[in-house]
């Protein structure tokens, strides 16, 4: 019985993957088809991709190559309906726009074994996160989405918020370095208000302003998010905090507190819901409160009881505790305290 067949670097064009298509609709023993290096365009890849949208056995089809602009998500969109061993899909740099991503869309409706799917690098905008919502809304394996570096903006962030709203299986999602502003973090605060299974969101150099970040603020603040990536902390350079307790609120942002860095001259403000769990920070050097890591500042941690702990410098960004009263400029790198 054939299972393999390599018809790589021929001369095959639409009309004939046309006819190849006709005959894998209803073959159930070929297990892998090689057409790499062709002359197939994206009409032929559609045939392929019809035809095999009934068989169940074709488990590797490799497409790359070819002339067409769907090679990569066509063979991607085979292998996660028929493979049921794979686990884990890296399509990260493939130019992947949002014609291409239907393909492993619709592949993902009945898919129960992928649980961690890649597709950051690429040009994914808002109509590729509404076919990504279609595929999604139900889904029960999906524990690790990562769409960064991609072009979603506010609309399409409205779209993966809807996922949210009724998906209880992902628990990490990374948007960073998209479009995503005031707007879409409202989005994504309405769902997350509610969202009891999401540990990890990174939105991370997006366009996200103060109004979102306090809408973020106040959504997450009841919630069991732990690891929420989008600003930290920074140092005023004044005494604001010094008749303020600590923790106190300190800025116009409710969010915000004041906290002590161990080895500066001044309090500083602090953003509750921005740090990540205490199990992901390392404890500073009890001796000398000082960190290991280049880059890293100790600091008395409210989430951490008496431990102090080490924070990275790359965290820090000042927009988001605007202080109550005016201070002097903002330093936007702790670094300076200690000069």
Not at 161 to 189: E, F, H, M, R
Not at 296 to 301: A, F, L, N, Q, S
Request: glycine fraction near 4%; charged fraction near 20%.
């Amino acid at each position: 019985t054939l299972t393999i067949l390599d018809l790589s670097w021929n001369q095959i064009e639409d009309i004939s993957a046309q006819y190849l298509a006709d005959v894998l609709r209803n073959n159930q023993t070929l297990l892998v088809l090689d057409l790499e290096g062709n002359r197939i365009k994206d009409n032929g890849l559609q045939y392929l991709y019809n035809a095999l949208i009934d068989n169940k056995t074709l488990i590797k089809l490799e497409l790359q190559g070819n002339d067409g602009s769907y090679c990569t998500t066509v063979s991607a969109a085979v292998q996660i309906r028929n493979d049921k061993t794979i686990t884990k899909m890296d399509l990260r740099r493939k130019n992947i726009d949002d014609n291409d991503i239907k393909f492993v869309s619709e592949a993902l409706h009945n898919n129960e074994t992928i649980t961690d799917l890649n597709l950051s690098q690429n040009k994914i905008g808002n109509t590729g996160a509404q076919h990504l919502r279609d595929a999604l809304q139900n889904n029960k394996t999906l524990k690790i989405l990562t769409l960064s570096h991609n072009e979603i903006s506010d609309i399409g962030v409205q779209h993966l918020a809807n996922v949210l709203q009724n998906n209880t299986a992902l628990i990490t999602l990374n948007l960073k370095s998209n479009q995503i502003g005031d707007i879409g973090a409202q989005y994504l605060a309405d769902v997350l208000r509610d969202n009891k299974a999401l540990i990890t969101l990174n939105l991370e150099s997006n366009q996200i302003g103060d109004v979102g970040a306090q809408q973020l603020a106040f959504a997450l603040k009841n919630n069991g998010v732990s690891n929420f990536f989008y600003f930290s902390i920074f140092e005023v350079n004044c005494s604001i905090c010094s008749d303020t307790s600590q923790y106190g609120r300190c800025s116009q942002n409710s969010a915000c507190g004041c906290f002590h860095m161990i080895g500066a001259q001044n309090d500083g403000i602090y953003v509750d819901f921005l740090w990540k769990s205490c199990s992901n920070l390392d404890l500073c050097d009890s001796s000398t409160n000082t960190c290991d890591k280049v880059d890293h500042i100790c600091v008395h941690h409210p989430r951490c009881n008496s431990h102090s702990v080490c924070y990275s410098l790359s965290m820090i960004d000042p927009r988001i505790c605007p202080p109550i009263t005016k201070v002097n400029e903002a330093k936007t790198t702790l670094k300076k305290m200690y000069e």
